[in-house]
């Protein structure tokens, strides 16, 4: 059996309304399901008072600590010295080590931007909660050389930002995105693959962008499901917290979170 675990930030259960929720606008019906339907909604505060946020939300799901209740607080951006200790003490990696199970990230870094993550010293690139947990357990980052030879997705699914910055880099299909990720995970046991442009244009409140980005996302999941063998595979999506399903604040939201196993029953 093979596990694609998915983690968008910044997408919670939102209003049934045009007006201020994408999902509502876009023509998504898969996500629309998905999202409303299907999800099984969870509490982005974990107990903890406050607007919910990133590094503590991230290090919740891939730690399986309360991470607001660990600090009193939520916390924004990427993790601190507290929560990297946490990341690296216990992690979901560290765990499919111990029962022998290989483990991927798909994403795609730059080498520049790796290379100021790697380096501590400079608070400007603190790595993420995903990153954190993959040093920790010595994972290799996948690199543009992998992006080009279709062994990595980036974060934006389409690589439209990577074309941008790097020169000899191609755009891709939101179906070939997922095709991708289909075979990559067919070399292990847990491939994880992290897409937060939907906390970025979630915080732009910007509808027409959240549409485009939403149908992106529509394409890729689409594909994805027609590839994978729902008896047998698992795709576990889930997010940290609300965002783009509401574009009439440019916060976080108190949207309850959307987390979906799929498999056998789908």
């Not at 993420?128 to 996948?142: H, K």
């Not at 910007?206 to 994805?224: G, N, Y």
Request: proline share 4%.
């Amino acid at each position: 059996m093979k596990v694609i675990f998915i983690f968008i930030d910044g997408f919670g259960i939102g209003k049934r309304d045009s007006k201020v929720n994408p999902v509502f606008k876009a023509n998504v019906p898969i996500l629309k399901n998905l999202i409303m339907d299907k999800s099984i909604p969870t509490d982005p505060c974990l107990g903890v008072k406050g607007l919910p946020q990133s590094a503590t939300g991230q290090t919740s799901i891939f730690t399986g600590f309360n991470a607001p209740r660990i600090l009193d607080r939520h916390l924004s951006g990427q993790p601190t010295v507290t929560l990297r200790n946490l990341i690296k003490k216990e992690n979901i990696v560290k765990q499919l080590k111990k029962r022998n199970l290989k483990f991927t990230n798909a994403n795609v870094y730059r080498s520049t931007y790796l290379a100021k993550m790697l380096d501590l010293s400079d608070k400007r690139y603190r790595p993420s909660v995903t990153s954190v947990m993959c040093m920790a357990e010595n994972v290799p980052f996948r690199t543009v050389e992998d992006y080009k030879n279709n062994k990595g997705i980036y974060h934006d699914i389409t690589g439209k930002i990577l074309a941008e910055t790097v020169n000899g880099v191609k755009t891709v299909t939101p179906e070939k995105s997922a095709e991708n990720l289909f075979i990559i995970s067919r070399n292990y046991d847990f491939t994880l693959y992290e897409h937060f442009m939907t906390d970025i244009i979630g915080h732009k409140a910007d509808m027409s962008m959240a549409v485009c980005l939403l149908e992106i996302l529509e394409a890729f999941f689409r594909r994805l499901f027609d590839l994978c063998n729902l008896k047998q595979d698992i795709i576990f999506i889930t997010s940290d917290h609300g965002n783009i399903e509401d574009i009439s604040v440019k916060t976080h939201t108190m949207n309850p979170g959307a987390n979906r196993n799929y498999w056998r029953e789908c």
